[in-house]
Antibody
Framework: EVQLVQSGAEVRKPGESLKISCRTS????????FAWVRQMPGTGLEWMGV????????RYSPSFQGQVTISVDKSISTVFLEWNSLRASDTALYYC??????????????WGQGTMVTVSA | IQMTQSPSSLSASIGDRVSITCRASQAISDTLAWYQQKPGKAPKLLLY???RLEIGVPSRFSGSGSGTDYTLSISSLQPEDFATYYCQQYDGHHITFGQGTRLDIK
């Protein structure tokens, strides 16, 4: 069964950097788009951006452009979400998700278990 | 494209039929998905293309709509259906979610 397995919970101080990961066993990893979705405590879902591992084509939501970096390591079938300087407002649960088809945009048919990021002094 | 879901919360009983609506700020050509999220769990895809049921999703879930207005219906509520539901549009170059509808037991 194909799965998305995310890295574990993280606690950081404001201003610190962080990179979280999402590994998949999907055989056709490079031909699907993978996204990151934020869920702040007690709130709804926000799409942050997507990446296409085949050529590293990356698209960002205007709300997150310049705030985070999405990247991929094809050799280990893993996508990443990175911050250079965290803020308290980055405290949230972050999901990676796979698009259901090989074209962007579309619905997400598979989700990781989520990575909780806590930013506190 | 902004997505406005209504109601924000809903109370219903086992066996009831319920509907949740989602309105887009512009026409989205049926590029609309619905998700179910239970506490502490990742969202689960229910329908895409406005009315296409994802494999394994019970047939009591259905979707309809066109243009800017879309509806998720659950024909006969089961205990496992009490959760939060989100719509998501995927028209154009970006993706946006509705703010969610919490469905709980009356």
């Amino acid at each position: 069964e194909v799965q998305l397995v995310q890295s574990g919970a993280e606690v950081r101080k404001p201003g610190e950097s962080l990179k979280i990961s999402c590994r998949t066993s999907e055989d056709d990893f490079v031909t699907y788009w993978f996204a990151w979705v934020r869920q702040m405590p007690g709130t709804g879902l926000e799409w942050m951006g997507v990446i296409f591992p085949y050529d590293s084509d990356t698209r960002y939501s205007p709300s997150f452009q310049g705030q985070v970096t999405i990247s991929v390591d094809k050799s280990i079938s893993t996508v990443f979400l990175e911050w250079n300087s965290l803020r308290a407002s980055d405290t949230a649960l972050y999901y990676c998700a796979k698009l259901a088809v090989t074209t962007f945009p579309h619905a997400f048919d598979m989700w990781g278990q989520g990575t909780m990021v806590t930013v506190s002094a | 494209i902004q997505m406005t879901q209504s109601p924000s919360s809903l109370s219903a009983s086992i066996g009831d039929r319920v509907s949740i609506t989602c309105r887009a700020s512009q026409a989205i050509s049926d590029t609309l998905a619905w998700y179910q999220q239970k506490p502490g769990k990742a969202p689960k895809l229910l329908l895409y293309g406005s009315s296409r049921l994802e494999i394994g999703v019970p047939s009591r879930f259905s979707g309809s709509g066109s243009g800017t207005d879309y509806t998720l219906s659950i024909s006969s509520l089961q205990p496992e259906d009490f959760a939060t539901y989100y719509c998501q549009q995927y028209d154009g170059h970006h993706i946006t979610f509705g703010q969610g509808t919490r469905l709980d037991i009356k």
